[in-house]
């Protein structure tokens, strides 16, 4: 492998003799030993993928998942596997997926994953949740007064084809355009706790983040079980006025951790199309649609920034306000920066300290919810409230709607019930 140090191969050839032991041990019981060797190849993968060139990041990746299956082969040679040893393999193979991403190649590392899932979950019993579906009372969406105009509706996505391509340098969405997708309808409905369940299995861990806003000092992220995650989001009803924290998947690509959901979805045709962004000069696109899920409670908000990809976001549950301005109104926004005065704390993700030039995150609540709340607004950021309400667009997304934006747009969202939505970067 180019790219990787002698001391690196070292490490490649060290693993590969365990592999040889484990092999010649494939008939005895389970072997602690060799599963806490594993660990030691699992923590040299897991600090060395962040750090490493892409090809090199591409080896650790398949090294740590590698290393993940072969830890909870050791574990689990055993004819009677007890259910807490079954969880703990479980969520090891799951750490494989969520960190590295089961480092899908030809090998079809992702296949053996799920197979091995399959059997593992046979050792643990179901228990399905208590309520059948999220719940919601439609509470009316007052105008937001950070924006004066709404996103324009078209009738049917443009074909890809087309040679004239202005539909794509400015949003729009379409009422009712993913309304056919098996996740709309029974028995496959993502507002269904029984089929989400049922999707994952007993013992599955999802990442989630903890608290209101990642712009806050307090945020953090976890691992939590995915039914102890779909029973929190609407376990204090409607309101979440006794919610401590804000639990949210988000920019998670579930449909690779839960296969079964790729089915009840459709890819538009129009991810596929070559776009030209020249509001965004430095568009790139990915080699590969990047599809993600985020799935929260009402009030869950995620911050005014950009993204580098066009987006097709559709709204599968719930309802969801988005807030969207245009890339020229930067200067407006007051993005996140090394600040001189130490005020931008170095583990906020929202604070770019790298390079302050591409912050890619506004300071700007652009959803405030009192008076006051908007008056202090005024006061702080007042660039903000003279030139960009007059150019920012809101919508509020209904189960089935699509929202097309391109790169380089301000948006945010706002949850107003629980809500699982589906991005597809491009």
Known sequence: MQ??????????????STVLRLLDDVDRDSNPDL?????????????????????????????????????VLARAITPDLPEEIAGECISTLDHAIIIAGAATDEDKR????????????SNIPWRLPNQSVFTHKSAPVHQLSTSRNNVRSRASLPPIVT???????????????ASNWRA?????????LPYLFSVAGPGRIVPVEVGDDYRSDDWTQ??????????????????????????YLAQHNLLTQF????????????????????????????????????????????????????????????????WLAPPNIAACMYPYDRSPTGTDKSHNPAANNTNPLLSN????????????????????????????PDKALCVTLNPGDLLFFPPGWWHAMRSEDVSFSVSMWF
């Open 222 to 247: 976890r691992l939590l079980g995915w039914d102890e995650f779909l029973s929190s989001l609407d376990s204090e009803g409607d309101s979440g006025q006794h919610r401590r924290h804000t639990l």
């Open 184 to 192: 709309m309808h029974e028995p496959h409905r993502w507002a269904s």
């Open 259 to 322: 296969p079964q959901l790729q089915e009840d979805i459709t890819i538009p045709d129009i991810t596929y199309a070559y776009l030209d962004s020249p509001d965004f000069p430095n568009y790139e696109p990915p080699t590969n649609v990047i599809v993600n899920a985020w799935l929260g409670p009402k009030g869950t908000i995620s911050p005014a920034h950009t993204d580098p990809f066009f987006n097709c976001y559709v709204q599968v549950v719930g309802r969801k306000t988005v």
């Open 163 to 177: 040679a004239q391509k202005d539909w794509s340098t400015t949003p729009f969405v379409l009422r009712g355009h």
């Open 110 to 121: 992702d296949y053996i994953v799920h197979q091995i899932f399959k059997q593992l979950q």
């Open 35 to 71: 599963a806490l060797s594993m660990d030691q190849f699992i923590s040299i993968a897991y600090e060395r993928m962040p750090s490493s060139e892409r090809s090199a990041s591409y080896y650790w990746r398949m090294l740590y998942t590698d290393a993940c299956i072969l830890k």
């Open 361 to 388: 995150t506004s300071r700007v609540d652009v959803f405030p919810g009192t008076p006051q709340a908007i008056e202090a607004s005024q006061m702080a950021f007042p660039l903000f409230w003279k030139a960009v």
């Open 3 to 16: 790219g990787l140090s002698e001391s690196n191969h070292r490490i490649g050839r060290d693993f590969r």
